[in-house]
């Protein structure tokens, strides 16, 4: 990370010396990552080997209540995690790591934590810290910390949001607007310059936030989908469409908004909008990067990020090199045609929609849905070539790092299928089975032969998954390469997994309660 960013500052200061500035000596990244995460009761917990050995649910049918109604949201937060919190920010200061946000999260159980913008490298190390730092406070509140991606099926997974900006040593934003962007021409020409970034090298930012946890979330619940587009809002959206055409003449207000009532003020409306859909989205004078997973650590992804822009400032400096200095008429013409070129990733409208999913193949955006289908983007000729030119890794690097996120992919899936296989037949099957063994005693009513067929039914459909699953992941172990049984567990392993889970699932409504191994999710959920 810390060699792209040197990548990235060096170029950035070859397009700052072109608009005149002699005085910056250094341009850096600095970055603001939200933390999201859930809390359930440790004693609850502790009775689930799923959450205890992969950090996720791999069992459980949706509690009669998710959250629909946004209580969780908009209510104020628990005494028990409001403790936790803040016993969290007192140990988070006492080692010296900025935290600043905390509140609740959409998800029931679910909270966000965020520290004060601070150096990107500064910020990674901060970051794997606040991990660790919340594991270990959580257990002294009796409660468990969940940083998997989707612990919970049916509601909102976590996600880690960075916010992402170029700063100089002067204290220069290079991606604040200003008041009216089409008349700030620096700032237009680094943010051309991260709209080629993110459209030439998409594959390349899908592949750095890929991992098996990150598959659950993608595209559900708010979390942004796999196809990377950016997000402008409607104010620099309508500059930059002006800008494709030729020279901007005119920006949109931001405006603002009557609230009807004499007692609160007029309130100033945001010109940058909001788009929880979006994977790259501007926020003010800043970046979000919305597709970053909880679990994962900031330095790879923000190295992806980085390399791709030092690329892209690479390329418009050496335009900027053939015209003379402020020949901003020049400048517009370069500026114009990477807009044109490059402005298929701008989409402002809803992510997870199926029109958008049709329009962005139109486009030819990539849609790497899975971690199999991702990771090959980093063993491309396009990614040797730009992380060794910029001396962020050689291929050999570049290699063995794809190669471990192979073998890991493979590793995660395996625990995972090995603790689906052995929940499913040493608790979920003998539950079934005990409460069959109960029905046969009650007699033959029409009710509890209705209720014992359906469960019959039911656990042969249980033992017929355990099997077939079984058989999928014997297969997978026999593939050959890392590539190959990755490709085998996605293709088959998971979706017989996900088989011996929905009739898993459906047993959970329909056996004895007081039979039922596993917490539940109303429970693991709501008692907190």
């Known amino acids: 990370m810390l060699r792209s960013q040197e990548a990235l500052g060096k170029q950035a200061l070859r397009v700052l010396k072109w608009f005149g500035n002699d005085t910056t000596k250094r341009v850096f990244t600095n970055i603001g990552p939200e933390q999201e995460y859930f809390l359930v009761d440790r004693r609850l917990a502790e009775q689930r080997p799923d959450l205890i050995l992969t950090g996720r649910t791999l069992f459980g049918a949706p509690s009669p209540k ?29 080692l010296g790591i900025p935290s600043k946000t905390r509140h609740n999260e959409v998800a029931p159980a679910q909270f966000e934590m965020a520290p004060v913008y601070e150096a990107t490298s500064v910020g990674s190390d901060h970051n794997m810290i606040v991990m660790s730092t919340m594991k270990k406070i959580a257990a002294q509140h009796d409660l468990m910390f969940l940083v998997h991606e989707k612990p919970f099926v049916g509601i909102n997974g976590s996600g880690k949001h960075n916010n992402w900006s170029m700063g100089t040593d ?39 936030i890929a991992d098996a946890g990150n598959d659950h979330r993608l595209g559900a619940n708010e979390a942004p989908p796999a196809i990377v587009s950016i997000f402008l809002g409607s104010q620099l959206e309508d500059v930059v469409e002006q800008l494709g055409k030729g020279a901007a003449s005119t920006s949109k207000a931001g405006g603002s908004m009557e609230l009807g009532v004499t007692t609160l003020p007029v309130l100033p409306r945001d010109a940058t909008d909001r788009n929880r859909t979006s994977p790259f989205a501007f926020t003010g004078n800043k970046f979000e990067f919305r597709a970053v997973g909880s679990s994962a650590p900031i330095y790879w992804p923000q190295t992806v990020l980085n390399t791709a822009v030092a690329d892209s400032l690479e390329q418009l400096a050496d335009e900027l090199d053939k015209i003379k200095p402020n020949d901003f008429a020049g400048l517009t013409k370069i500026i114009s045609a990477i807009i044109k070129d ?17 329009e962005a193949a139109k486009r030819g955006l990539p849609n790497n849905r899975s971690t199999v289908d991702a990771l090959p983007a980093l063993a491309t000729a396009k990614a040797k070539k730009v992380f060794s030119h910029f001396g962020v890794l ?135």
């Not at 402005?343 to 049709?358: C, T």
């Not at 032969?449 to 656990?459: D, E, I």
């Not at 297969?475 to 293709?491: D, I, N, P, Q």
């Open 170 to 208: 002067d204290g220069e934003n290079l991606l604040e607007p200003g008041s009216n962007p089409h008349d700030n021409a620096q700032f237009l020409a680094f943010l051309t310059a991260i709209i080629r970034a993110v459209n030439v090298h998409a594959d390349l930012l899908r592949a750095g």
């Open 66 to 94: 998710g959250q629909e109604l946004e209580d969780q949201y908009f209510g104020s937060i628990r005494e028990r995690i409001l403790a936790f919190m803040m016993d969290l920010d007192r140990e988070l200061w006492r």
């Open 342 to 358: 490059n402005k298929q990733v701008l989409f402002e409208g809803n992510n997870y929609s199926d029109e958008w999913h049709a």
């Open 394 to 528: 050689s291929e050999r690097e570049l290699a063995a790092r794809v190669e471990i996120n192979w073998e890991r992919y493979v590793k995660v899936s395996n625990i995972e299928a090995n603790c689906a296989l052995d929940m499913a037949k040493t608790m979920i099957l003998p539950a079934a089975v005990k409460y069959l063994v109960e029905l046969e005693a009650a007699g033959a009513s029409k009710a509890v032969t209705h209720v014992k067929t359906t469960v019959a039914g039911l656990a042969d459909q249980l033992v017929d998954a355990i099997h077939a699953l079984e058989h999928a992941q014997h297969a997978a172990h026999e593939a050959g390469s890392v590539h190959a049984e990755a490709k085998a567990f996605h293709e088959d392993v998971i979706p017989a997994q996900n088989a011996v889970r929905a009739a898993a699932d459906e047993l959970e409504t329909i056996v004895s309660d007081d039979l039922w191994p596993l917490p539940k999710y109303r429970e693991l959920l709501f008692q907190y």
